[in-house]
């Protein structure tokens, strides 16, 4: 029987709860639902429901409360940071031995881990049902012609962002797509809430291999991933790959092979930060993807380029084919042998389809900047400036990698582009990530 993470957790804040040196188990449940949410009301379910929820764990049943009662980690947080150093220690040595993690829980991070533990099994819980279905095998006439199915999680992508506008690159020969997206409310200074609710809800399925069944592998072991792989020096800025994941697969159903950061828990290494496969029913193409955050819109575009250009098929000094990119060894030791033998077939060019040329994915993050003034003006007014401001980034964009694109003569290939304004792109990210993984 694997480990029940909920009823490990809930042992571990019991004494933060106790009264009198002790707390029921049921008592110390209801002491977790109420520092994670707003207003939690402990007559939602009788006390034989909260001891089946301790020995049980946390069903959708549950979800659908907490989140009437209003989800808040930064209570769950404070209330985790209420613990003495002593408690502290003491914590983070529990969770550490019971959960069989392979670092230890720093007192500083305890809280953030915490925080995303109870995050993840409610978004384990919630998709209970939805991991239970058989995911079927397409065969040949199916018309994706791909033998997998998406694993980006992506119910929420609407409440995150909003697309300003979505264009072309003339110079680009094959099929393209540049997009501009901005964070809702589309007002300054940008609220990264639901930007870190969808980066977590993913850091699973981003950093943990499709091969691999989800309800074995848990966030903890995928968030113990990165902070080894953001420390290797390897990854530039962790969420930019992260979000050019998130994109690939939402907007262009471009499905994962495999990503860089999946692929080092293996001490293996590639040159893009990961390899998708997108079929429109004919066609098959493999795109490599790149990211790059940097307060500046031009430096970001220059530095994606720069990442491209030391791409092996860009420094080779033959046409290499996009079957020759893709390692079959990683691919047959992420996804095991059944599945990486229908994928194999999917990529002879002769069977599927598949483009000879590599196409590129590549997200761009930046630093909002402005010279109007979006203070003096009513919430409407800010907003048609911010969306007049991004599209104008756009076309900024669109011309710059149009000239890259010509001068490294990469015409046939495909190029899909995700740009997004942060208030501060290099600082606000690496703060995004620290506080869903730490540091």
Not at 366 to 374: A, C, M, S, V
Not at 384 to 396: A, E, S
Not at 403 to 422: D, G, N, T
């Amino acid at each position: 029987m694997g480990i029940n993470r909920f009823q490990v957790l809930v042992d571990a804040l019991r004494p933060l709860g106790e009264i009198d040196g002790s707390i029921s188990n049921e008592d110390a449940v209801i002491a977790i639902f109420e520092n994670y949410t707003k207003n939690w009301n402990e007559n939602n379910y009788q006390n034989s429901n909260y001891k089946k929820l301790y020995y049980q764990g946390i069903n959708p049943s549950v979800v659908q409360k907490l989140k009437s009662s209003t989800i808040d980690e930064d209570k769950f947080k404070q209330f985790v940071d209420t613990a003495s150093d002593d408690q502290k220690y003491s914590i983070s040595n529990y969770l550490f031995e019971e959960l069989k993690l392979n670092e230890e829980i720093s007192p500083e991070g305890l809280s953030y881990f915490c925080v995303n533990l109870m995050s993840e099994l409610v978004e384990e819980a919630r998709n209970k049902k939805r991991r239970k279905r058989k995911q079927k095998i397409p065969t040949k006439k199916s018309e994706d012609k791909l033998p997998f199915v998406k694993t980006v999680s992506d119910e929420m992508f609407s409440s995150v962002f909003h697309q300003v506008n979505v264009s072309e690159m003339d110079v680009v020969k094959n099929k393209n797509s540049i997009h501009a997206f901005v964070l809702k409310p589309e007002l300054l200074p940008f609220r990264y809430k639901n930007l870190r609710k969808l980066a977590m809800s993913n850091i699973t399925n981003y950093a943990i291999a499709r091969g691999v069944e989800k309800t074995d592998i848990t966030g903890l072991k995928a968030g113990q991933l990165l902070r080894r792989y953001a420390k290797s020096g390897i990854p530039s800025n962790l969420l930019g790959e992260l979000l050019t994941y998130i994109f690939l697969e939402h907007e262009e159903n471009a499905l994962k092979l495999y990503t860089r950061a999946e692929i080092s828990a293996i001490d293996r290494t590639i040159d893009s930060e990961g390899m998708y496969l997108k079929s429109d029913g004919e066609r098959v193409q493999l795109i490599l993807g790149a990211s790059q955050l940097n307060n500046s819109l031009q430096e970001a575009v220059d530095n994606v380029v720069k990442k491209l250009s030391k791409f092996r098929n860009n420094q080779s000094d033959e046409m290499m084919l996009a079957t020759d990119i893709v390692d079959m060894t990683i691919l047959n030791a992420q996804l095991g042998e059944a599945e990486s033998r229908a994928i194999i077939q999917t990529m002879i060019p002769n069977e599927s389809g598949l483009e000879e040329v590599a196409s590129y994915g590549l997200f761009i993050g930046y630093q909002f900047k402005t010279e109007q003034d979006l203070d003096n003006c009513t919430q409407d007014e800010a907003k048609k400036i911010c969306r007049q401001t991004v599209n104008n980034d756009l076309q900024q964009a669109i011309s710059q990698l149009g000239r890259a694109i010509q001068q490294h003569h990469w015409q046939k290939s495909s190029f899909y582009v995700y740009l997004l304004p942060f208030t501060s792109a290099e600082e606000d990210s690496h703060k995004i990530m620290n506080d869903l993984i730490g540091g």
